[in-house]
């Protein structure tokens, strides 16, 4: 079956009553919209609020920009000696291999700039490649897009290749969202393309939302990461409507440790354009976290994260436990008492 990638796909599909036909095409011609097979399959379509649709199928609310939504929301553009890698922080880079992606989700922080286009050209791969080597700090590449496993088995094993033969690039991370929007994809070969034939170790980021995504078909294709070689981490952003309760919450983190994939980040959305009605107040997303501590132990609890506009970088935003400057604090614990504490040497 084929990926749905206009309005009249998805009424067809009847992933959408007809008369908002209209409405999605004028979003379509703004941003990219796709829905392969495996995740249209997960629509409730008797759920007018289904948190798979929510974050697939286009909304009207996409075309309402606010004044203080970004472009480029991170400030990538800013940290980009050379094109297609940004250099944000000292021992890592980032490299754009694709401009496309299995699946476009309506929040994405990169939307203005994925869905079309090529790939990464082999001259932009080799000076970003001149400049990590230029550069013995850099300890890791992350491997980003768009979505890099929607390229090529091949292609993938030739960028992992150049990559493990610079000395000091120790990390390779990638960051996809095939597991769970074509699980097929993920064969063994492809698996095999980012882990096997050199020494480096490899980190796969998987993004999902809700427990739903994590299907036996997407486990599956996670384990063929994991047989591979490649450590698994867990990215999800926090979307209202989507994953805004802490029960939710609680089953996606039990699923990804479940699945042998660690959570990492929990992000805060960024500000990119007609994405308002998916944020929430920070407020908010603190006490989801202070709730979900006392569900979870520690390997299944994320990283509340922010990343600041203007390229000054990501940060950890979440709830304050310690209060007072010392030797002396009150401290909050997981079920919402007060401890004295006095930290004395």
Same mark, same amino acid.
């Given at each position: 079956?084929?990926?749905?990638?206009?309005?009249?796909?998805?009424?067809?599909?009847?992933?959408?009553?007809?008369?908002? +036909?209209? +409405?999605?095409?004028?979003?379509?011609?703004? &941003?990219?919209?796709?829905?392969?097979?495996?995740?249209?399959?997960?629509?409730?379509?008797? #759920?007018?609020?289904?948190?798979?649709?929510?974050?697939?199928?286009?909304? @009207?609310?996409?075309?309402?920009?606010?004044?203080?939504?970004?472009?480029?929301?991170?400030?990538?553009?800013?940290?980009?000696?050379?094109?297609?890698? *940004?250099?944000?922080?000292?021992?890592?880079?980032?490299?754009?291999?694709? =401009?496309?992606?299995?699946? &476009?989700?309506?929040?994405?922080?990169?939307?203005? =700039?994925?869905?079309?286009?090529?790939?990464?050209? $082999? $001259?932009?791969?080799?000076?970003?490649?001149? &400049?990590?080597? +230029?550069?013995?700090?850099?300890?890791?590449?992350?491997?980003?897009?768009?979505?890099?496993? *929607?390229?090529?088995?091949?292609?993938?094993?030739?960028?992992?290749?150049?990559?493990?033969?610079?000395?000091?690039? +120790?990390?390779?991370?990638?960051?996809?969202?095939?597991?769970?929007?074509?699980?097929?994809?993920?064969?063994?070969?492809?698996?095999? $393309?980012?882990? =096997?034939?050199? #020494?480096?170790?490899?980190? *796969?980021?998987?993004?999902?939302?809700?427990?739903?995504?994590?299907?036996?078909?997407?486990?599956?294709?996670?384990?063929?990461?994991?047989?591979?070689?490649?450590?698994?981490?867990?990215?999800? *952003?926090?979307?209202?409507?989507?994953?805004?309760?802490?029960?939710?919450?609680? $089953?996606?983190?039990?699923?990804?440790?479940?699945?042998?994939?660690?959570?990492?980040?929990?992000?805060?959305? #960024?500000?990119?354009?007609?994405?308002?009605?998916?944020?929430?107040?920070?407020?908010? @997303?603190?006490?989801?976290?202070?709730?979900?501590?006392?569900?979870?132990?520690?390997?299944?609890?994320?990283?509340?994260?922010?990343?600041?506009? #203007?390229?000054? @970088?990501?940060?950890?935003?979440?709830?304050?436990?310690?209060?007072?400057?010392?030797?002396?604090?009150?401290?909050?614990?997981?079920?919402?008492?007060?401890?004295?504490? =006095?930290?004395?040497?």
């Amino acid at each position: 079956m084929p990926t749905f990638t206009t309005p009249r796909a998805l009424i067809e599909a009847c992933l959408g009553p007809p008369e908002r +036909e209209p +409405e999605w095409r004028a979003v379509a011609e703004r &941003y990219a919209v796709a829905i392969p097979p495996a995740l249209a399959a997960l629509i409730d379509r008797n #759920d007018p609020d289904d948190p798979i649709a929510r974050q697939f199928l286009p909304d @009207g609310r996409e075309l309402d920009r606010r004044p203080h939504e970004r472009d480029d929301p991170i400030g990538d553009d800013l940290k980009s000696p050379t094109p297609g890698l *940004v250099h944000r922080y000292p021992d890592r880079v980032l490299i754009k291999l694709a =401009s496309v992606c299995a699946v &476009y989700c309506r929040f994405c922080f990169r939307r203005e =700039s994925v869905g079309g286009g090529a790939p990464l050209d $082999a $001259a932009a791969f080799a000076a970003a490649l001149d &400049y990590i080597r +230029e550069r013995p700090k850099i300890w890791e590449v992350v491997l980003t897009g768009g979505d890099p496993l *929607v390229l090529s088995a091949r292609r993938l094993a030739e960028v992992t290749r150049a990559l493990a033969a610079i000395p000091h690039v +120790e990390i390779l991370r990638w960051h996809t969202r095939l597991p769970v929007a074509a699980p097929e994809r993920v064969t063994d070969e492809l698996a095999a $393309a980012l882990a =096997s034939g050199h #020494d480096k170790t490899v980190y *796969v980021a998987l993004h999902a939302n809700h427990a739903r995504e994590l299907t036996p078909e997407a486990r599956a294709a996670c384990r063929r990461l994991i047989a591979a070689g490649c450590t698994l981490v867990s990215q999800t *952003v926090l979307l209202k409507g989507v994953n805004d309760r802490v029960e939710t919450l609680e $089953a996606l983190m039990r699923g990804f440790v479940e699945a042998r994939i660690k959570p990492y980040y929990l992000h805060h959305p #960024d500000l990119a354009p007609g994405t308002s009605h998916f944020r929430i107040p920070i407020a908010e @997303g603190q006490a989801l976290v202070r709730a979900l501590r006392r569900r979870l132990s520690g390997l299944a609890m994320p990283t509340y994260v922010l990343d600041l506009p #203007d390229a000054r @970088g990501k940060i950890p935003i979440g709830p304050s436990y310690l209060e007072g400057a010392g030797p002396d604090y009150a401290v909050v614990d997981p079920n919402g008492g007060v401890a004295a504490y =006095s930290d004395l040497c």
